[in-house]
């Protein structure tokens, strides 16, 4: 009997559908929530879980999104809830994650407890008990998980605190470890005991079968080929379908069509000894295709170590030096995904994708140019007998095909062909090879471009290579495409290496890559890959024949390749806080942070479904502008288990709007008439759920039996869960409600099972229905004994679980699938737009299509002075420059998702994840056409929002209460990750035009800025836009500025906040013209940024005045201390000289250092909370805000015990923590928490909450002076019972407080707040690869509230910020209007190794806000503008490359005269994202590079 093991509970497959995720398995049938999905695409690791195999010795980490649990069985499966949770107490990671504040909205956290904890259990197995792992093995085990929030430094310190070497000293922020030293893995509990539980050994082949499948997991190829001819024969069918392979399942995560409706065999090859081996023959490595990417990178180490050529941490070799060639595999394909996906994807998986599907694969090229073979197998031809002699993996009938010919598209691979292996030569003396690849990241991302070089015929003294292999991958015009460099072959092939050969492979490497076809910048990124890999092979050969030149040899000194970064760290400082204050201003760890750990804290979508609940899924359009002619939902209420349909039909005129009460123009929830953007909401299709299967998981866990299996209300439920049929209604009548089995008498049984075959009859085959599978009743037993209830129980589950022919094999992957699949079953016919689409700002400019809204939302005018006579008038002038900002994605891991409760006398109870539940209270009652005391809205916590969940979950929200009402029934809508990307657009993209006139010494005199955002169809609350007039001149000193921004209207998804909005797109707006300033005056960007600076205020002065007329207490005005402050924290002017002379030493990789600040407004907003005191003494408290991650909750918590603590004496505060719990949001009991967003939420609930508490402070004070000195909490409590018991003094212990009520400190008031940075950065001028290396952050947050959060919000902020610097983009196509970057495939938040290897905070000293009694500033946004640091630092690394190559001889640097206007000075800026291509093209730009005329140039000399 198959079963896997879940936190060491057996679960019996049998019946279960085996393609199912093991994610959606957990957390709909083993009752386990804490496995979350995020991308539900193995991209970000929420899901991971740690897993062992059976007969396996280590624990793997595995995406539990994509395994389908039937490839588990025999598996142990831990997650995180079994780590460690509050039951049986928490596992030392997840006490540290807690400790060291690397859980901020908790949704990564139970992914990455899983993966260290699995990670720690392998280094105790490996080297024993006392095992001390280093920290970059630790890191690494991580390279697959994202967080959004925390900025990956305290998650970095997490690792590092239990690895050897390391100085707990060193570490960041932490609440001291007990131990007081780094307990390293020897502390820590195993996960797992790996070992073989008794149900399946892994030597024995497996079957299930379900769904209308049958899976099979055979041990042997012969095995394999046997069954598969035992299917082709029991199925007389010539036309079936051939096997389904499947062996990771991972490739599932970027190619949603994996699954073919028509599998009937899915046929596992994880088990097939001879696709599992490695085996060395004399000349190769024999590699089975079920190989997995990690086990061959450690067979390639160590393949290269026991040849003498041991890989460096690298893998690679250092600067100069050529590489081991199975190092340089190894290396390259530890950059393949992110740790977990390369422990479950196969070799043999990512080459067939790479060959079927167009794979941006990196296997493929490194294999490619080593020469490889594939040897493949055709099933279907191959006879039993002859399958596989299990040495090496080829069978007689294995054809050897090179692997150049499998991959080009004349060979065509049956679908019943079966990689087997691939053979890889072993190196030869005489072999150089190296493979690369440039991307966003160092790993968890695909390649920009990869690259691999193989020369031979090298040995001795020979300086020609006698072959040369060059392949070269890359995005062409018709997508992927890895082809051989021939050009360039030939140029080196049989050539003496040297500056002339080097400059012919490098002139035919252009022809090579196309011009013209590719971006400019793909062929000067393919020369510089070819330099890097041939580089150091001419170089050795120079200095065995005497050396070369020194400029060419400083030609030759290419960095290596995939160097993996080290492991982030960094310094955080803080003043510690007055004790009068306490347990306000101290680090403590964030509220109710182990529940996060172990996943026990419930988001949204954990809340339990009521019984009978559904699950929608949204129609979307196909066409981004045209006329709806028709929609035809008839084909999808034909299938299982779809109840309705919703379209803008049920919700006529303004119903049908999303309105909430904030300044937006109505936004339809679901489109009529036409269509105004790609994948608009046209309709919500909603479907059954699958309750029914949980209900009997969770039965089958406890230990069920017949007459415990199912109450009669759950009876009730599965029936009801049936699909649409008058035999359902049948059913309940004639049990009222009781269960059939309960009464016991198989007739019973059979009747309802005859029921459940008509309600069935169109989902499944007569073959499949439950009588065929031994129904326990049918087979006519006289009673029925304990162990046939499972059987018993399969109509109910078929009953529920609706097997259909089509698809069946997603049942499951997503809650909602039955939704989904009938959601695209949904016909709409489209007419012809009215009008032709807008998707871009210069179409909407063509056609002036501009939002006009009145107000300072509207489009916007200012000048001060007189800008244009400035610039005429300047010694020097940029005319006609621009900077485009991006439009990004908020990539909160937790999923726009709500839970809408119909409730008595028409009221609903609606559960968003949601910024705003009183937005969400309003939106649903103005839909429903009923009074808000009718919508109750609910929150808990959210998985992160960042500006995103503030409007844009309302549609969610709101779909989901209207299909509640209509159906009368609970209705989850969850969105998966796609439609998410598709759905919220995010920050608008903004472009910036500005004329500049400036002195040559850089003061900036006069500045014209048009600017244009570029809003979506429907324009939501347009706040950038506003935001960036008050902004874009930062602290910038500007005399003369006039100011244009028009909003533009276009084809596309509604923009929205976005951490910063508008603030961020001005920071980088203003910070790129200072770069191109700075260029233009040949001065270092800061010096001009300190010229331009508004000065500090004299003393005595009141006010400081900036530029655009806005006035500011000089108090507020702390940036000139900020800065001296970075500088200092930063040893800038040291720091500054170390890199002109790493720079000097270093041709090819140049640093620059950046230094920048941010300025934030804020307004905070006005507040109520609500507290109560139990008679026991405990206390909960009702805050105004949604915790969304920013520690809101735990700053209220301090709040209250620092208020409430002052009832006690001096020597007894404060109250105990575990007294006070601070309750979900709702909006019966604060109707009008308003929006948390703006930063200044957390301080503001806080007011709140301190209103409240002084209430009762105020009722409780004569009390507690009644008591005096030795009175403590306890006594109050008695004290207080005994006044309630006299009706005449009682003491209300519950109050309301409203910041007004504070006096002037709770009255709105505004404030600006201030940043500064030092950033530095390296730049790779030949791949255009980029790193930060150490950021140095200063914030002024005034008196803080908790040190730890606001630390933890700079860090994240700042990395939100890195993101916008350095990836992230939302593309579109221009044609269509449609995402393109709708996937973390294509959209690029940052991983860890994005971030800055040291970073370092410190709040500023000494500070305050002196209009707050709490004394503290805003956070959370603020710090995102600080990342133009980065920006500024690349660009001073990339003006450090104009000056190489400059002196290098090509054609020299910028123009610099005095007027800019040429395209050369703008091109030579770096653009947003600063992408590896963008850096590639602005050092061409700035210095005219070109490789081959430059090696041509010395090829004289050498
Ligand atoms: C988030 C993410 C990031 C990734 N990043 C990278 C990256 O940076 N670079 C890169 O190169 N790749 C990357 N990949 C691709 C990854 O390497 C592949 O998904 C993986 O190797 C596929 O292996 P699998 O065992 O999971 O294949 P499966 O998903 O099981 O199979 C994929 C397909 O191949 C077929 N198949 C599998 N094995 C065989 C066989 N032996 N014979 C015939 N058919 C077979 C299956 O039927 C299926 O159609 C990434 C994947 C993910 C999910
Ligand atoms: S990797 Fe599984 S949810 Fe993202
Ligand atoms: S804490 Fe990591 S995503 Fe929120």
């Not at 649409?724 to 059913?731: E, K, L």
């Amino acid at each position: 009997m198959p079963v896997i093991t879940i936190n060491g509970r057996q679960h019996d497959l049998e019946g279960a559908d085996p393609a199912q995720s093991l994610a959606a398995y957990c957390r709909e049938c083993a009752g386990d929530q804490s496995v979350r999905v995020a991308c539900g695409s193995g991209a970000c690791g929420a899901c991971a879980v740690a897993a062992v195999p059976p007969g396996r010795t280590s624990v793997l980490t595995i995406n539990a999104c994509l395994a389908p649990v039937g490839s588990l069985a025999g598996y142990q499966v831990m997650t995180a809830a079994g780590v460690g949770n509050s039951k049986q107490g928490f596992h030392p990671v997840q006490e540290r994650m807690g400790a060291f504040h690397a859980s901020q909205c908790g949704y990564c956290t139970p992914g990455i407890v899983a993966a260290l904890g699995g990670a720690l259990t392998n280094a105790q197995l490996e080297d024993g008990a006392g095992a001390q792992p280093g920290p970059e093995e630790l890191a690494r085990c991580l390279d697959g998980n994202l967080c959004r929030c925390t900025g990956y430094r305290p998650i970095m310190d997490v690792c590092k605190s239990f690895a050897s070497g390391v100085d707990i000293e060193d570490l960041g922020l932490h609440a001291p470890l007990a131990d007081g030293a780094a307990a390293a893995a020897a502390g820590c509990p195993l996960l797992l005991q790996p070992g073989t539980p008794p149900a399946a050994d892994g030597k024995t082949p497996l079957r299930i079968e379900a769904g209308g499948r049958t899976w099979l997991a055979p041990t042997s190829l012969e095995e394999l080929i046997e069954a598969c001819a035992a299917q082709r024969a029991a199925g007389n069918d010539a036309a079936a379908p051939p096997p389904r392979f499947l062996a990771g399942n991972t490739g599932s995560g970027l190619f949603h069509d994996l699954w073919p409706a028509e599998d009937r065999l899915v046929v596992g090859l994880g088990r097939v000894r001879e696709l599992r081996a490695v085996t060395p023959t004399e000349s190769h490595l024999v590699v089975g295709a079920a190989v997995t990417i990690a086990e061959l990178v450690s067979a390639l180490s160590s393949h290269a170590a026991s040849a003498g050529k041991a890989p460096s941490a690298a893998g690679a070799a250092t600067a100069g030096e050529p590489c081991s060639p199975f190092a340089s595999l190894a290396a390259m394909l530890a950059r393949i995904a992110g740790a977990h996906v390369r422990q479950a994807g196969t070799v043999g998986g990512n080459l067939v994708l790479a060959k079927r599907k167009g794979l941006e694969s990196d296997l493929a090229t490194a294999l490619l140019g080593w020469g490889a073979t594939a040897l493949v197998l055709d099933v279907a031809a191959a006879a039993p007998s002859n399958g596989g002699n299990g040495s090496g993996g080829a069978g007689p009938h294995t054809e050897e095909v090179p692997l150049e010919a499998f991959l080009s598209a004349g060979h065509n691979m049956a679908p019943s062909q079966l990689l087997v292996a691939l053979s890889l030569p072993l190196p030869a003396g005489g072999d150089y090879f190296l493979c690369t690849k440039v991307a966003p990241a160092h790993s968890s991302v695909h390649a920009t471009m990869n690259a691999a070089v193989k020369l031979s015929g090298l040995s001795g003294d020979s300086s020609a290579p006698t072959s040369a292999t060059i392949v070269l991958g890359y995005h062409g015009g018709a997508g992927w495409v890895a082809q051989r460099a021939r050009a360039a072959e030939a140029a080196l092939t049989g050539a003496k290496l040297g500056a002339s050969s080097l400059a012919s492979a490098l002139r035919a490497l252009c022809a090579d890559v196309a011009p013209g076809q590719h971006p400019q910048e793909f062929a000067a990124m393919a020369q510089g890959l070819l330099l890097q890999a041939v580089g150091p092979v001419v170089r050795e050969r120079c200095a065995a024949g005497g050396g070369c030149l020194p400029r060419l040899d400083r030609l030759l000194q290419v960095p290596p390749a995939s160097v993996p970064p080290a492991v982030m760290g960094g310094r955080q400082e803080f003043d510690p806080a007055p004790s009068a204050q306490a347990p306000l201003g101290a680090p403590l760890e964030k509220d109710r942070v182990l529940l996060q750990t172990s996943g026990e804290a419930q988001y949204t979508a954990d809340v339990p479904a009521p019984a009978g609940t559904l699950h929608a899924a949204w129609v979307t359009s196909s066409e981004a502008c045209a006329t709806i002619a028709s929609i035809d939902a008839s084909a999808a209420l034909q299938l299982p288990r779809v109840v309705t349909f919703l379209s803008a039909e049920d919700l006529p005129g303004e119903l049908n709007h999303v309105k909430c009460g904030l300044p937006m123009l109505p936004e339809e929830l679901f489109a009529r008439g036409q269509v105004v953007h790609h994948a608009q909401p046209l309709g919500l299709v909603v479907a059954e759920t699958q309750v029914g299967m949980r209900i009997l998981a969770a039965r089958k866990r406890s230990g069920w039996c017949c007459k415990t299996l199912l109450r009669a209300e759950e009876c009730r439920v599965l029936l009801w869960a049936a699909p649409h049929s008058v035999d359902r209604w049948r059913v309940l009548r004639r049990w009222g409600g009781q269960h059939p089995c309960w009464e016991g008498t198989r007739g019973d049984c059979r009747a309802l099972q005859q029921a459940a075959a008509v309600d069935i009859r169109t989902a499944v085959r007569p073959a499949q229905l439950p009588t065929s599978r031994g129904h326990a009743c049918h087979a006519a037993q006289p009673a029925m004994p304990r162990q046939n209830v499972p059987t018993t129980c399969w109509c109910l589950r078929a009953l529920t679980c609706g097997s259909s022919p089509s698809g069946c094999n997603l049942a499951g992957f997503r809650l909602q699938d039955a939704a989904m699949r009938a959601a695209r079953a949904v016909r709409v016919e489209y007419g012809p737009p009215e009008q032709p689409g807008v998707f871009s700002i210069e179409q909407a400019r063509e056609r002036s299509s501009f939002y006009n809204f009145p107000g300072p939302f509207g489009c916007i005018e200012k000048q001060e002075g007189d800008p244009a006579g400035a610039i005429a008038g300047a010694e020097r002038r940029i005319l006609g420059g621009t900077v485009r900002v991006p439009g990004n994605y908020h990539m909160y891991l937790e999923p726009q998702n709500a839970l809408a409760i119909p409730d008595e006398g028409g009221c609903i109870k609606v559960h968003a994840a949601a910024q705003s539940i009183d937005a969400v209270q309003r939106a649903v009652a103005h839909a429903l056409g009923v009074r808000q005391h009718s919508v109750e809205a609910v929150c808990r916590r959210v998985g992160g929002g960042f500006g995103g969940k503030a409007t844009r979950n309302l549609p969610v929200a709101v779909a989901a209460a209207v299909a509640a009402v209509k159906t009368g029934r609970p209705v989850r809508l969850v969105q998966d990750r796609a439609t998410d990307m598709r759905l919220n657009g995010g920050r608008c993209e903004v472009l910036a035009e500005y004329d500049a006139g400036f002195s040559s010494e850089g003061v900036i005199q006069g500045l014209s800025l048009r600017i244009f955002c570029l809003l979506g169809a429907f324009p939501d609350f347009p706040m950038d836009g506003f935001a960036m007039a008050g902004m874009i001149t930062m602290a910038y000193n500007i005399p003369n500025v006039s100011l244009s921004i028009k909003q533009c209207k276009a084809n596309l998804p509604t923009t929205t906040f976005m951490r910063a909005p508008g603030d961020a797109q001005a920071a980088f707006i203003i910070e790129s013209i200072m770069e191109r300033v700075a260029l233009d005056c040949g001065l270092g960007a800061a010096a001009v940024r300190e010229r331009n600076f508004v000065p500090a205020p004299p003393a005595g002065a009141e006010t400081v005045r900036l530029s655009m007329g806005k006035e500011m207490p000089a108090v507020d005005y702390t940036l000139p201390r900020l800065w001296q402050h970075v500088k200092a924290a930063s040893n800038y002017e040291r720091r500054a000289a170390e890199v002109a002379a790493f720079n000097e030493g270093s041709p090819w990789l140049k640093r620059g250092l950046g230094l920048t600040h941010t300025r934030f407004d804020v307004i905070v907003q006005a507040k109520s909370a609500y507290v109560s005191i139990f008679a026991d003494g405990s206390v909960a408290a009702f805050a105004g805000g949604a915790e969304l991650g920013q520690g809101l909750t735990t700053k209220v918590k301090q709040t209250v015990l620092a208020e409430l603590s002052q009832l006690l004496p001096e020597g007894s505060r404060p109250l105990p923590a575990e007294l006070v719990r601070i309750v979900d949001q709702t909006t019966n009991v604060l109707p009008a928490a308003s929006v948390t967003g703006g930063s200044t939420t957390s301080e503001a609930a806080c007011h709140g909450i301190k209103a409240a508490c002084q209430v009762l402070v105020k009722r409780l004070q004569p009390l507690a002076e009644k008591l005096g000195p030795e009175g403590t909490w306890a006594d109050l409590m008695k004290a207080v019972a005994g006044a309630n018991a006299m009706a005449s003094c009682a003491v209300p212990l519950s109050a309301f407080g409203h910041t007004s009520e504070l006096g002037s400190e709770g009255a709105r008031f505004g404030y600006t707040i201030w940043g500064a940075a030092c950033t530095e950065a390296e730049v790779n001028l030949l791949t255009g690869e980029r790193q930060i290396l150490r950021s140095d952050l200063v914030m002024d947050v005034g008196r803080s509230l908790n040190p730890a959060i606001d630390i933890g919000q700079v860090e994240g902020a700042f990395a939100q910020g890195l993101g916008m610097a350095l990836s992230e983009a939302r593309r579109v196509d221009p044609s269509t209007g449609r995402l393109l970057t709708d996937s973390l495939w294509d959209y690029h938040a940052p991983t860890a190794s994005a971030m800055p290897r040291q970073l370092n905070v410190a709040l500023l000293p000494g500070s305050r806000m002196e209009r707050s009694t709490l004394g503290a500033k805003a956070v959370g946004e603020p710090p995102l503008m600080l990342a133009t640091s980065a920006l500024s630092a690349l660009q001073a690394a990339v003006r450090a490359g104009h000056a190489e190559l400059a002196a290098l001889g090509t054609a020299g640097g910028h123009a610099s005269g005095g007027e800019a206007g040429g395209a050369d000075g703008e091109a030579a800026l770096l653009r947003l994202p600063v992408s590896a291509e963008n850096v590639v093209a602005a050092v061409a730009a700035g210095s005219g590079r070109d490789l081959a005329g430059l090696f041509g140039t010395w090829a004289g000399e050498a």
